[in-house]
Structure formats: structure tokens, C-alpha cells
């Protein structure tokens, strides 16, 4: 099955600690995203890639953190600097960093409390 | 900000009726996309139209772009209860600085009753 796969689906940490979002997408998509979504709002980029080893901030980088060492994956770091975690996070991909629709995985709902 | 903004913010309809929701924007764009999400789950695009366009279908979709007042609309005919979701639109910019991003509105919550 080609797709984009996040884990894991619920994930509660304590307050302080850092907490890695798993994203890994098998479709051969060049352009990665991570979205934070809080309730009744849209879809806020906090970083993206275009290319192995590069990668941008979105609008809400600061406190977390991105690597993008493979084409299939990329992981997110949600920090202890980060000052509301709580939230759902949705990782995309897409064929073509500049046209083309964004594939999106099932999410992960991060609670820190 | 660049985020679209759908209205109306909920519809609530019986099956069989249609539905539309509108998308307004504010910079110029490449294209607009539209998203469907159900509870708690990732989105799934539904349509791309393009700058140049002004129509598009897709099955029981239909999307209209129109960039001089730089809005959108998606019209769902013949609802179902399965079409309950959250809609979102999605503009691509056409400005180098912000290539290869989306901007998404907050989303239009829909329910059908059977």
C-alpha cells in the first residue's frame, strides 16, 4: 500500500519533556509538511521540506524542531520550549513542492500534560 | 495573513439537498485546493483548480474559482449522510518567498441528516 504513515496515533507525555512525532510517507514525494491542528481552527504549517536535507519554517516553528536525512521521512520534535503542546499534528506530503495536492497522514493526537 | 476564510462556518442540511461553501482569499494564487476531514482523522484532498480555470467537476463536486474577487465555492449535490466532514480550502501561492506551501482557512463544519 502507498501512503503516508504517522505514529503513533495517541501519544501523552509530561510536561518538560521532548517527544518525537513519527511521519514516513512510501509515495516517492520529494515535498514534506507538519501542520498543527487545534480544535475548531485550521491547519497552522509549522515546518516543511522540498528536498532531502533542507528544510523551512512555517508560521509557528519555535519549539519544535525537524531533520529530513531520508526522502521517506520526517520526524518532528516538539520541545520543552514549546509552550502549548496539546495538540493534533498532521504530517503531508506532496509530488511537487509547488503545484500538486498534499497527501496527509492520519495524525497524531499529542497530549502534554 | 494569506489563509483563506470559508463561510459559512457550519451548514447543516437534510440528504438529498446540496451544499455550498464559499472560500475567499486575499493575495494572488497558482491554485486552490479543496479538503474534506472527517473527526479526527487526516485530510483527503478532493479538488485542485487552477488559476486559469474557472469550473471544475468531479463526480458530485463541483468548484468555481473566481480570482477577480478572489473566491472560491464548492457545491455538493444530492448531500449524503456520509458527506458529513469539516471542508477546508487551500490556496497556493504563486509568490517565489512562499512556493510550495498551502494556506488553509479554519473550515466549513458540514452535517447531512438522513
Known amino acids: 500500500d502507498g501512503g503516508i504513515t504517522q505514529s503513533p496515533k495517541y501519544l501523552f507525555r509530561k510536561e518538560g519533556q521532548n517527544v518525537t512525532l513519527s511521519c514516513e510517507q512510501n509515495l516517492n514525494h520529494d515535498a514534506m509538511y507538519w501542520y498543527r491542528q487545534d480544535p475548531g481552527q485550521g491547519l497552522r504549517l509549522i515546518y516543511y521540506?522540498?528536498?532531502?536535507?533542507?528544510?523551512q519554517k512555517g508560521d509557528i516553528a519555535e519549539g519544535y524542531s525537524v531533520s529530513r536525512e531520508k526522502k521517506e521521512s520526517f520526524p518532528l520534535t516538539v520541545t520543552s520550549a514549546q509552550k502549548n503542546p496539546t495538540a493534533f499534528y498532521l504530517c503531508a506530503s506532496s509530488s511537487s513542492p509547488t503545484l500538486a495536492e498534499q497527501y496527509f497522514g492520519p495524525g497524531t493526537r499529542l497530549t502534554v500534560t | 495573513s494569506q489563509q483563506g476564510e470559508e463561510d459559512p462556518q457550519a451548514l447543516s442540511i437534510q440528504e438529498g439537498e446540496n451544499a455550498t461553501m464559499n472560500c475567499s482569499y486575499k493575495?494572488?494564487?497558482?491554485?486552490l485546493q479543496w479538503y474534506r476531514q472527517n473527526s479526527g482523522r487526516g485530510l483527503v484532498h478532493l479538488i485542485l483548480i487552477r488559476s486559469n480555470e474557472r469550473e471544475k467537476h468531479s463526480g458530485r463536486l463541483r468548484v468555481t474559482l473566481d480570482t477577480s474577487k478572489k473566491s472560491s465555492s464548492l457545491l455538493i449535490t444530492a448531500s449524503r449522510a456520509a458527506d458529513t466532514a469539516s471542508y477546508f480550502c487551500a490556496t497556493a501561492s504563486d509568490r517565489g518567498s512562499t512556493l510550495g506551501r498551502l494556506y488553509f482557512g479554519r473550515g466549513t463544519q458540514l452535517t447531512v441528516w438522513p
Open positions: 521540506s522540498q528536498i532531502v536535507n533542507d528544510f
Open positions: 493575495t494572488s494564487i497558482n491554485n
